[in-house]
């Protein structure tokens, strides 16, 4: 008997290292892994049940114990391991590190989004360490709040892991406050021995080809920050009333918002999706969603369990169109993709349902319209493979083509990569580390890997930091961190801490018990505040 790992997966890794006979696989890198989930070899798993208990997204179950639609995961995890033979590994140490003396090292994390707490985390991890962790929001946890589709409850319970860190006597948190605005990176840097910026890739990439910025074309993140509340997208204007939506890539964010707008509203009021969205959605037009992708199924950005899961949603007919490529037997997770669009194409259609259509093999060349978008034109991504100029009648087209990073304010930039330079998570300008700043996650790395996969880029980020402390190449503040609320005071900023967000939180639950959901969010900023401060 054995347990498997199922599509809420989210590479954090906890697993691995509890394993006692060390039988999970792809071990994460700070790179980020080239799978999109962990796999568990059921010939040498015994059963100890480690690992479900230490899933902090409830993605582990036993064998007997599999949900509905997720029983295809059993076959997944053994197959991954046909061909790979399991060899043990030297299990990561994650003992007690040496104590900091108090006062010793002082850092400042700016951001609060997985890869900030995961940051946060491992310095706490160091008995002595003070950390400062800033956050422009007075909400905590980044995209895990507004960028975790509502429908994805589980996956929004991996701040179960933050939480210790974050409450920690250790940490002060300073959320509502604007790192280059409220407080410059001169001053952080004065107050601490070092900052750690996290902040993300937060702009969406741009298709550049003509009506782009005709109304009715939007970013998908829009989309998502839209129906999940966030401060900066609550009026966005999102006209639901064509028929059909074209959804211009095929990641995860691309099926989490074309699985939100064909959802039952239903269904979706048992969630914590942001009120104006839900009645929005309630009145909707939409009927049909197209995802386009340039190459084959193979080449999807989306991850395996993600494409299963919109095979489950009630009413939805899957349609799969255009040049899915072949077959590759040498990349299991390719292979797989292949395998689930071959099953969706033989399904039977049902009257009346709503349609989710999968378009491979074809590049948009233009968004088309007078006053907004009246549709989208496409040609075939391979040359000779159908007609050319094909469009697609649609009155919302929604980019999600990938993320991008923007400069941070005193840090320099490599505008190529989108990314502040950097080796290992040291700053470095000019080929010089710059002493003291440091970087994790996406403005580290680019926009690629899972929640979980901030860990290990955090665990290395921090490692280094750490060996530069130990090493005296950092520089001690030149002034007292004590005075940074009171400077933020005297600006006429209004800083929220851990008991205001847990003010905020709980009531929001308070709501949501009152309609039977998890929460129901405050959407303003002025509404976060006022609830912080009761």
Request: aromatic share 6%; proline share 4%.
């Given at each position: ?8 997966c989210?590479?954090?890794g906890?697993c691995?290292p509890?394993?006692?006979v060390d039988?999970i696989?792809?071990?994460p890198?700070?790179e980020?892994?080239?799978s999109?989930m962990?796999?568990i070899d059921p010939?040498?798993c ?5 690992c479900?208990a230490e899933?902090p997204?409830g ?6 114990d599999?949900p ?5 995961f059993?076959d ?5 391991f046909v061909s790979?033979?399991l060899?043990v ?6 003992e ?7 006062g010793a090292?002082?850092v ?6 997985p890869?900030?707490?995961?940051a946060?985390?491992e310095l706490?991890r ?6 400062n962790m800033?956050e422009?929001?007075p ?9 975790v589709a ?6 929004k ?7 210790p860190?974050?409450t920690?006597?250790d940490l002060r948190?300073?959320?509502n406050?604007t790192v280059?605005?409220?407080i410059s990176?001169t001053?952080l840097?004065?107050?601490h021995h070092?900052v750690?910026?996290?902040?993300g890739?937060?702009s969406s990439?741009e298709?550049g080809?003509?009506?782009e910025d005709?109304p ?9 920050g839209w129906?999940?509340?966030?401060p900066?997208?609550?009026d966005?204007?999102?006209?639901l ?14 099926l989490?918002?074309a ?8 269904q ?16 909707s037009g939409i009927?049909e969603?197209?995802?386009?992708g340039r190459?084959g ?14 095979g489950?949603?009630?009413?939805v007919?899957i349609v799969?169109?255009g040049?899915?490529g072949d077959r590759?037997?040498g ?5 797989l ?5 071959e099953?969706y194409?033989q399904?039977?259609?049902s009257i ?13 060349v233009e968004i088309v319209g ?6 989208v ?6 040359s ?11 009155g919302?087209?929604l980019r999600s083509?990938g993320?991008?990073g923007t400069?941070?304010p005193?840090?320099?930039?490599d505008?190529?990569?989108e990314?502040v330079p950097?080796e290992g998570?040291?700053?470095v300008e000019?080929g010089r580390?710059v002493?003291?700043?440091?970087v ?5 790395r680019g926009p ?9 880029c955090?665990q290395?980020t921090v490692?280094?930091?750490l060996?530069d402390?130990r090493?005296?190449?950092?520089s001690d503040?030149t002034?007292?961190?004590?005075d940074?609320e009171?400077?933020?005071r005297r600006r006429g900023?209004?800083p929220?801490?851990?008991s205001?967000?847990?003010?905020i939180?709980?009531a ?6 009152e309609?039977?959901?998890?929460r129901?969010k ?6 976060l ?6």
């Open positions: 008997m054995a347990f498997v790992i199922t599509q809420n989210c590479n954090d906890s691995v509890v394993c006692p039988c696989r792809p071990v890198s700070a980020g892994n080239e999109t962990l796999y010939a040498s015994v059963d100890c049940g480690a479900e899933c997204v993605a582990i179950y036993h064998e007997d599999l509905t639609g997720q029983s295809v059993r997944i995890n053994a197959e991954y790979r033979p060899a590994r030297a299990m990561s140490s994650e007690p590190r040496d104590r900091v003396a108090a090292l002082r400042a994390i700016v951001g609060s989004g890869a900030a707490c995961y946060a985390a706490i160091t008995p002595g360490v003070e950390v800033f422009r929001l909400t905590p946890f980044g995209l895990i709040r507004s960028g509502p429908d994805h409850q589980r996956t319970g991996v701040v179960s892991v933050f939480e860190a974050l920690h006597p948190l300073y959320l406050v280059g605005e409220d990176h001053e840097l004065d107050r070092a750690i910026y996290a902040v890739a937060s990439r298709l080809i003509p009506g005709l009715g074309s939007h970013a998908a993140a829009e989309v998502v129906y999940n509340g966030h900066d997208h609550v966005d204007a999102i006209d009333s064509s028929r059909r939506a074209v959804i211009i890539g095929n990641g995860n964010v691309a989490d918002v699985r939100v707008l064909l959802s039952d509203p239903g979706l009021a048992g969630t914590d999706i942001a009120d104006h969205a839900l009645r929005r959605l309630a009145d009927e969603v197209v995802v386009i190459r199924v193979g080449d999807a950005a989306f991850t395996l369990g993600e494409f299963l899961a919109v489950e949603l009630d009413g007919d799969i169109d040049d899915v590759r037997d990349d299991f997770e390719s292979a993709k292949y395998d689930v669009a099953r194409r399904r039977a259609r009346g349902n709503k349609r989710l259509v999968f378009l491979f093999g074809v590049t948009p007078s006053e907004r978008v009246e549709g034109r496409v040609d075939p991504t391979r000779g493979n159908g007609s050319f100029g094909r469009i697609i009648d649609t919302l087209v083509i993320y991008r400069p941070v005193g840090l320099p930039f505008t190529e990569r990314v950097n998570g040291r700053v000019a580390t002493p003291g700043v440091y994790t996650g996406w403005i580290k690629r890997g899972f929640i979980g996969s901030n860990r290990t955090a290395e490692g280094l930091l060996a402390h090493s005296g190449l950092l503040p002034a007292a961190g004590t940074i009171a400077l933020l900023t209004v929220v801490d851990w205001g967000w847990r003010r939180d709980e929001e639950r308070r709501r949501g018990r309609s039977g959901r998890p129901v405050y959407v303003a900023r002025s509404e505040i006022g609830a912080a401060q009761r």
